[in-house]
């Protein structure tokens, strides 16, 4: 299963556009309808900032609408209702700071399974399942089980990326709704999908991590590296996904109301 910014050929053949936001917002998309190709039958999307680390905070809001708008896309496409039970899992190892997107943003999603109805609709649950190589348990297992035992009609997977593509390390959002393979770069784990699950799925991440060896030539083997200030991109990253999602299943309530039911004193 590829990503688009993992895609080692020219991936514009499947229909693959870009559409310039205003202050150099991007947003990218595919649409695969054919099984006979590289990519996964489905939906593809990219929502990046190039320069997203020096933009002021007028430019992250509008960033966040934007992913605010494409996901709202899958869930209407995924027939997804307000009142369905969702579960968002944070992927990957939270020890390893390129690895720890999926937990540091889970932690900052308000669960509202359990709130009053009076004021949220929504019923969200959140997981983070750790990796295998901690746990001793297969990622897949923990998900499944889980989504299983709560009648989930979504699972929002949430996880670090591999790139190929050192243009778009650190700042852009990707989204689909083929499902992922959690340590998909290590290649031993189960794949997370409808296919596997029958429970539709969004994955969303962001590239965090680049191997050596597919862009140099002197590289020889998987040699997987990280930008110096990571601890800062991902801090960063985290906050405006989670502010995205916060904002699509808890859109009754304000801002400043989901970060008091976050951090309740």
């Not at 869930?75 to 990957?92: A, F, P, R």
């Not at 720890?100 to 649950?125: D, H």
């Not at 990796?131 to 699972?155: P, R």
């Not at 998987?222 to 800062?232: A, G, H, L």
């Amino acid at each position: 299963m590829k990503m688009i910014d993992e895609a080692d050929f020219d991936y514009e053949k499947y229909g693959f556009n870009e559409k310039i936001k205003q202050n150099g917002i991007v947003v990218s998309s595919m649409e695969i309808d054919n099984k006979n190709c590289d990519f996964k039958k489905g939906s593809y999307k990219i929502v990046s900032c190039k320069n997203l680390f020096i933009a002021p905070k007028n430019v992250e809001r509008m960033l966040e609408q934007e992913i605010v708008k494409q996901l709202k896309i899958f869930l209407n496409k995924l027939e997804i209702c307000e009142s369905d039970t969702i579960l968002v899992c944070g992927l990957g190892n939270g020890e390893i700071v390129a690895d720890s997107l999926g937990e540091k943003t889970c932690k900052k999603i308000l669960s509202t399974k359990l709130l009053n109805k009076k004021f949220v609709k929504s019923n969200v649950c959140t997981l983070c399942p750790n990796v295998q190589a901690v746990t001793g348990i297969k990622t897949f297992d923990v998900v499944c089980g889980v989504a299983k035992q709560i009648k989930a009609k979504l699972i929002v997977l949430i996880d670090s990326f591999l790139t190929n593509n050192i243009k778009r390390l650190g700042h852009s959002f990707q989204m689909s709704d083929t499902g992922i393979i959690p340590g998909g770069a290590l290649n031993f784990n189960k794949e997370i999908s409808y296919d596997t699950t029958k429970i539709k799925c969004i994955t969303i991440g962001v590239p965090f991590m680049l191997n050596l060896k597919e862009i140099a030539n002197c590289v020889h083997k998987d040699i997987i590296v990280s930008p110096k200030d990571i601890k800062f991109m991902v801090e960063k990253c985290s906050t405006i996904l989670a502010n995205s999602l916060n904002k699509v299943f808890s859109s009754d309530l304000k801002r400043d109301e989901i970060m008091e039911l976050l951090n309740p004193i």
